[in-house]
């Protein structure tokens, strides 16, 4: 057979194989049924007279529940803030060699991770019924200074002990398993070159143990956000308590729980947004390339591109 008749069977045999692209009928039903439930979600939303959107509006003008937004979020920044610090020296406790300091921060673990937020809130709300008053001074000796245990912890302060004590829990085995995380290597490596436990922990294994922190973190911080709303059982009154206080009144709840639900929504959505960013930041140091952000997403889709795969990363983490 000849170069010709070769070219010729070879021609013939790629024509005989068509490429038919596979049909996925079950995607198309799913999109169908999502598209009709959408669709009447949304006329309800519109039509039904019972939703009272005018009602909703005015309950998201209303001071009160203005005012408990801000509580919610100062108490969710500080329970936070107090719950990672706490978290973090706990972890360190956990894995420490010394036996008096593992076994305290277990103890610690043990008793907040187990009983209720909620019977936490209620103990520091009424810490004055153990001790009337709280005073600074020698440990069995005079005391320096003494005020009332009402005076010293307010209800803000309760439920800011109650919230961060039992979160510093939670962040304690979050920040454990990213330690745990990172090769023993890294740190035998900073060993090697002089470098202490402190500054090892500090310079060499948290900042890669992060990657594996931020994303239990941010979902404990939206989880917080929500928890607030427990402290309405010792009459403090932030998003949620404000929202029952006028509901309570006018019997409106349904528009209310919404118009507070809407505010819900709209904070959790910012941190989400302020997460994803942060675990990309640091997703910088062990990946290569990195996801396009939403808002490279929006425009590719807008303009009709495709979004870009991967943004690449150079060796010094920053963007190619």
């Not at 675990?279 to 979004?307: D, K, S």
Request: proline residues 6%; positive net charge; hydrophobic residues 50%.
């Amino acid at each position: 057979m000849n170069k010709t008749d070769q070219g010729s069977v070879t021609s013939g045999r790629s024509e005989a194989i068509k490429a038919v692209p596979v049909r996925h009928p079950g995607r198309w039903a799913g999109v169908a049924v999502i598209a009709v439930l959408a669709a009447m979600l949304l006329h309800a939303l519109i039509y039904n007279p019972a939703f009272m959107w005018d009602v909703v509006w005015r309950t998201m003008q209303d001071q009160t529940v203005i005012h408990g937004i801000w509580v919610t979020i100062e108490l969710t920044v500080l329970s936070m803030v107090i719950g990672v610090i706490g978290g973090v020296l706990l972890a360190v406790m956990r894995l420490s060699g010394n036996p008096v300091l593992s076994g305290t921060a277990w103890f610690y673990i043990w008793i907040f991770r187990g009983t209720p937020l909620l019977v936490q809130l209620v103990f520091w709300n009424n810490i004055g019924f153990l001790w009337p008053k709280l005073s600074i001074g020698i440990p069995f000796g005079p005391s320096f200074f003494s005020e009332s245990s009402n005076t010293l912890v307010p209800v803000f302060t309760a439920a800011l002990l109650g919230l961060a004590l039992n979160e510093a829990a939670y962040m304690a085995e979050i920040v454990r398993a990213g330690i745990q995380s990172v090769d023993e290597g890294q740190a035998e490596a900073a060993h090697a070159l002089g470098m202490s436990k402190a500054a090892t922990m500090r310079r060499i294994v948290l900042p890669q143990a992060m990657r594996v922190i931020i994303p239990p973190t941010g979902n404990e911080t939206i989880s917080m956000l929500k928890n607030t709303s427990l402290v309405q059982v010792i009459a403090l009154v932030e998003l949620f308590t404000a929202g029952h206080d006028i509901y309570a009144r006018t019997f409106q709840t349904v528009p209310v729980l919404i118009a507070v639900s809407i505010y819900y929504l709209l904070m959790t959505s910012v941190m989400t947004i302020g997460q994803y960013y942060i675990e990309r930041h640091y997703a910088r140091g062990a990946n290569r390339t990195l996801p396009p952000t939403p808002i490279q997403r929006v425009r590719a889709l807008l303009g009709g591109r495709p979004a870009p795969k991967a943004t690449p990363v150079s060796d010094e983490g920053s963007q190619a």
